[in-house]
DNA sequence: CGTAGTTTTGATGTCAGTCAAAATGTGTGG
DNA sequence: CCACACATTTTGACTGACATCAAAACTACG
């Protein structure tokens, strides 16, 4: 018998060069999936976890869909990022011990939980595991620093490019396409994540379609000239 | 002897508390100040490091301020954040080991030097340095976040009001005044942090004087009205 | 088929950017 | 100590990109 059922076995996982598992051996690999706990799959708008909340686990997106947002003490939200397969969440909880966000799924999904005190104990006897959670860490300081540059110094046009690059990489990654994908998200989220209205987005997207650079069919995209995308955000592509 | 200069010690460092040996033993404090390197004091507009630079430590400050700041292919340059004393900066260079933004000095100042290669080995021996390093990047990923809620959710007023409460805060923290302190960074670097123009900055500090909430004198800031400039934030104040 | 939610489109307003110039501060050499 | 050059900050006039408001079009789902 397993240690753990297949479904939530990392070694088995097609994702575990992009998660937690990175670079680890393979009883390395047997251990930490002994500590991953099933969560039952969530529906829409189901919430993985509020703000405020105490942290027991991290959650590894297995499947579907997640946003993470904040709200301030007024009441306004600011949509943090968007969870893919692979991607772990939480990491901003490490710090008190309690959840900095909210996070919602966008659509029918399954995280891996991983319970913070286990894997804090794995990560002393794992050096290497240690090493991929300061990484992962790290990869989220970096791309947090993109998303400022971005609502610091960036057009509407330039976001909206920005936005579309980003999801096709992610799902490249991810061995999708990375010229057609469906949006999982609403206008009204994309446009908070990039601090714009839901109105320029829709915007955005008529002009980029209009000038036959990507086409839209409600939540399908596809990107028809991915050069000429890239040239909005980089001018000496 | 001592196993390092006086001026390196962990041991006699009130910022202890601050910084990287926050929760450790004496004896993990004395470990941990063997491996720390001293660098020559930097002058003002002097680089700690650059963008793509392989990184082979990372640093706390010690005293004086840095600021750090990313260019994108464009050339524009975005300020991720200023360095205080007590924070350790370069945390962004773990994923690939290489550092993905400038740090430059705003006045005289001097840092800590940790190799890289050392600290992970300590890390390794010391597991709640291990932790307080992960409270670290969390910390990072924390304020980070609230950085991009500003970015995207907050008028010229709110976002000047916030960085002064943010350098009042934090000087409080470093037992200084949180009333009054001197800006070692200019209009434009401000503005360039807030995603504003420096012409912007200029007119909110104004406006902030006009209604006696601050006082101006160059780089000389004085809170008057604490209460008020919160309230500005937060409405509920 | 009808209702509710989402997206698109159009008209108008406003906050902050840009440009330009004046005011103030800082540093250097005589 | 002063005079000059240069950098930074402030102020004013104008402009423009995106927000807001409003309504229509489209979609989804019972």
């Known amino acids: 018998m397993e240690p753990s ?16 598992p990175c670079g680890l051996q393979i009883n390395e690999l047997e251990q930490l999936a002994t500590i991953i706990k099933n969560k039952r ?3 829409i708008d189901e919430l993985l976890y509020s703000q405020d909340e105490e942290c027991q686990s991290l959650y590894a997106v297995k499947s579907g869909s997640f946003r993470s947002f904040i709200v301030n003490s007024e009441g306004v939200e600011q949509t943090i990022g968007f969870y893919l397969p692979g991607e772990l969440t939480g990491l901003d909880a490490l710090l008190h011990g309690r959840f900095s966000c909210y996070a919602v799924a966008l659509e029918t999904g399954s995280v891996c939980e991983l319970p913070l005190s286990r894997l804090n104990e794995l990560c002393v006897e794992i050096p290497s595991l240690q090493h991929q959670m300061t990484r992962i860490l790290s990869k989220e300081i970096a791309s947090d620093h993109d998303q400022i540059l971005l609502l610091g110094h960036s057009s509407a046009k330039e ?28 206008r009204q989220d994309i446009a908070n994540f990039l601090g ?4 320029t987005i829709s915007r955005q997207l008529t002009k980029l379609r209009k000038t036959g650079i990507i086409s839209v069919k ?3 995209i596809q990107i028809i000239d991915l050069k000429l995308l890239r040239s909005i955000v980089e001018p000496c592509y």
């Open 218 to 220: 409600q939540r399908g």
């Open 196 to 199: 714009l209205s839901n109105e």
């Open 5 to 20: 059922s297949p479904l939530t076995s990392c070694l088995t996982c097609r994702l575990s060069d992009l998660c937690l």
């Open 159 to 186: 976001r909206m490019a920005t936005f579309l690059l980003m999801l096709s990489r992610r799902y490249g990654a991810l061995g999708f396409s990375n010229t057609e994908f469906k949006l999982s998200m609403r």
């Open 41 to 43: 799959p969530l529906r």
